[in-house]
Nanobody, 115 residues
Framework: QVQLVESGGGLVQPGGSLRLSCVAT????????MAWYRQAPGKQREWVAN???????NVADSVKGRFTISRDNAKNTMYLQMNSLKAEDTAVYYC?????????WGQGTQVTVSS
């Protein structure tokens, strides 16, 4: 059974930083592409970043230069380091992977950027 559990969200002031974590179980983590998505109130879920099994990364233009995706295969964990946060980064952040042609999602972690 694939399970993804996010943590690390919270309330932060503009310009601040947070690090999100996603722990994956039920898959051979090191073999899987992992991704972060986010959904702001009233908006569609959008892709933020992904990281391949070999560590190659892609990041959305809206967060490029501010967010960094990484993974620790020994801990079955993916991270999203978010710096220089803006109000428009406020959203629920979700961890995602695909296994046997099915998309799996975590429960999400809320990130609120506000003064």
């Amino acid at each position: 059974q694939v399970q993804l559990v996010e943590s690390g969200g919270g309330l932060v002031q503009p310009g601040g930083s947070l690090r999100l974590s996603c722990v994956a179980t039920g898959i051979i983590f090191r073999l899987h592409v992992m991704a972060w998505y986010r959904q702001a109130p009233g908006k569609q879920r959008e892709w933020v970043a992904n990281i391949g099994s070999g560590g190659s990364t892609n990041v959305a233009d809206s967060v490029k230069g501010r967010f960094t995706i990484s993974r620790d295969n020994a801990k079955n964990t993916m991270y999203l380091q978010m710096n220089s946060l803006k109000a428009e980064d406020t959203a629920v952040y979700y961890c995602n992977t695909n296994f046997r042609r099915l998309d799996y999602w975590g429960q999400g972690t809320q990130v609120t950027v506000s003064s």
